[in-house]
Nanobody, 121 residues
Framework: QVQLVESGGGSVQAGGSLRLSCAASRKIYCRHDMYWYRQAPGKEREFVSIIDREDRTIYAESVKGRFTISQDNAKNTLYLQMSSLKPEDTAMYYC???????????????WGQGTQVSVSS
């Protein structure tokens, strides 16, 4: 099992910045990808960004050019640098570790508890 703990959320004005962190309880030795998702009130959880073990990244169109995902493997920590924030970025932000099955590893998805981001206009 892997526990993920997000932090860094808060309330900012439009145009501001925040950096979210997601700390894993231990190193994930199996092949895995790390994700950020978000869920606004009354809406479904949506994909924000992904980073793989080779630091290749993909972003949702809505955040491309404003958000940057990164990871520090020595610290077992995932980050999301958010800039030029907009009111529509207001949501609970969750990190996920998706572990692939195979080579003695079981497929699994681990989620954090979320951190709230609120952007006012």
């Amino acid at each position: 099992q892997v526990q993920l703990v997000e932090s860094g959320g808060g309330s900012v004005q439009a145009g501001g910045s925040l950096r979210l962190s997601c700390a894993a309880s231990r190193k994930i030795y199996c092949r895995h990808d790390m994700y950020w998702y978000r869920q606004a009130p009354g809406k479904e959880r949506e994909f924000v960004s992904i980073i793989d073990r080779e630091d290749r990244t993909i972003y949702a169109e809505s955040v491309k050019g404003r958000f940057t995902i990164s990871q520090d493997n020595a610290k077992n920590t995932l980050y999301l640098q958010m800039s030029s924030l907009k009111p529509e970025d207001t949501a609970m932000y969750y990190c996920q570790a998706y572990q692939y099955g195979g080579s003695g590893c079981a497929a699994a998805a681990y989620w954090g508890q979320g951190t709230q981001v609120s952007v006012s206009s």
